[in-house]
């Protein structure tokens, strides 16, 4: 098979190390480790990159654009991008990607930590007998969580398992997020409000939004005015979403019983008033200080990079071609599988394209029109010598002739959400269909009219041929004698006669492995696709 291009990635910042090992391991990208080097010379190293993987350290300002002239996409490795400035990088066609999801457990446990310290008081008796060896018992009365109200504000990734957690201690959930659907909370067994007033009167407040115009001081000195006496605040999230001002002189007033804060308007906050208080508990923002989730932040980066480098998928971007506020959570994974089934067929099709059609049923077909976008960006960007993103992919195609076509079927009767895309091509046309399970998990459930189901993911070997005994032997000596390891085998039948073998393989597979497969007696086709 033939070469594929090398792209370059620059790692700006420190990762996991299983992170690099991804990068170094993948035979089409080119590693740039830069997390030493000093931040006026990186300017010139990523004048070529790819992709660029950042952390806090490294500022996405305007001289760092300027540098990045061949830049595709950043992945900004955690969950914040307050240092990058995303409409600069959408002028230039940059995709801003973040990884929202790595430290979800780390920052949840963390939120819980606070909680039962605030409620508790642990660091302060834990001082009061190590450091100061007074033993004391009768000081140290605290209150239990049993029972009492707790408010989560922003009912997400973080929140909703916080909540999950709390309702283990037979506490009482009220949940306030206007983005989400009231049966995402109410299926818990817990309350659901549209009314801000009745998370001011809980027990215990939690917030768990990000931090944007709409949040920044969403608890302020009228909301905690409103609040019950000796209520307890806990923000895990982003610093400022509680006004800080307005925090102190609560908890200085004891309004405020307890706060438990991870997070400041301004860190490092050595000097911050917050701290000569006594009644809060403080972290220097260890929301995702755990080794599980620097790992994951690690290998999610990488992922995440060398997809956007191969134009594969641009997970969890930023600066999206449709305003987010107006599209429920879970528009945006189906987005990102259009992307990948889109790449998908135009390996499979390997011609020039001149058409692409996404179709859509179900709860996803009224999004089918920015899906298509998605698409043609995974399907343009395997042959496309120019940059393919969500900023130029409709002017792009224009460009080169090719029509993209959206279309809102009827509902599916057997997935809540149906996504098909057909690619048209000089030599013919590969129509793939995916959805979403409930359990997030992707997954293709149709190729060219065979019914299968299949990961979207991996090495991914697709063998048509005629419906006759003794094809999967064959197909699997002929891979283990060329020591290709199988990982996942699919088959289906259609009605003329003709059967598809989905094989998802461990390690790439060369061109001589494809070509004796090719050659085998039943064989009408054999196509091989990376994912």
Known sequence: MPSRKKHTIVVCDHIHEAGLEM??????????????????????????ADVAITRSSTDVDTAFIAAAKNMKAI?????????????????????????????????????????????RMFPYSHDHLKNQRIWKREKWYGYEMKGKKLGVIGFGNIGSRVAIRAKSFEMDIIAYDPYVSPSKVTDLDMTYTKNFEDILACDIITIHTPKN????????????????????????ARGGLYNEEALY???KSKKIRFAGIDVFNKEPATDHPLLDLDNIIVSPHLGANTYESQYNIGTQAAQNAIEAAKGISFAHAMNLPIDESKIPPFVKPFLEMGQKIGFLASQINQSQIVAIKVSGQGEIAKYVESLST?????????????????????????EKGIKI??????????????????????????????????DGVKRIVAIDGFDIEVALKGNM?????????????????????????????????????????????????????LQELSE???CLSVDYARI
């Open 23 to 48: 990068l170094r391991n993948d035979e089409n990208i080119n590693l740039i480790m830069a997390a030493d080097e000093d931040k006026v010379k990186l300017l010139d190293i990523i004048a070529g």
């Open 75 to 119: 992945v900004r490795a955690g969950v914040g991008v307050d240092n990058v400035d995303i409409e600069g990088c959408s002028k230039e066609g940059i995709i801003v990607m973040n990884v929202p999801t790595a430290n979800t457990v780390a920052a949840v446990e963390l939120t819980m930590a606070h909680m039962l310290s605030c409620m």
């Open 213 to 236: 115009k709409e949040t920044l001081n969403m608890i302020d000195e009228e909301e905690i005015a409103k609040m019950k006496d000796g209520v307890v605040l806990v923000n895990c």
């Open 249 to 251: 002189n609560g908890l």
């Open 374 to 398: 998605f698409v043609a960006v995974g399907a343009m960007s395997e042959s496309s010598s120019d940059t393919i993103n969500y900023v130029n992919a409709e002017f792009v195609a224009k």
């Open 405 to 438: 076509e959206s279309e809102e079927l009827s509902d599916s009767s057997v997935f809540k959400s149906l996504i098909t895309v057909k690619l048209t091509t000089s030599e013919g046309t590969t129509t793939i269909s995916a959805t979403i399970f409930d």
């Open 461 to 513: 070997i697709l063998f048509k041929n005629s419906d006759v005994p003794g094809v999967i032997g064959s197909i699997g000596s002929t891979l283990a004698k060329n020591n290709v390891n199988i990982a996942d085998f699919s088959l289906a039948r259609n009605q003329d006669s003709e059967a598809l073998a989905v094989i998802l393989v461990d390690d790439g597979v060369d061109e001589k492995t």
């Open 520 to 522: 085998l007696d039943a």
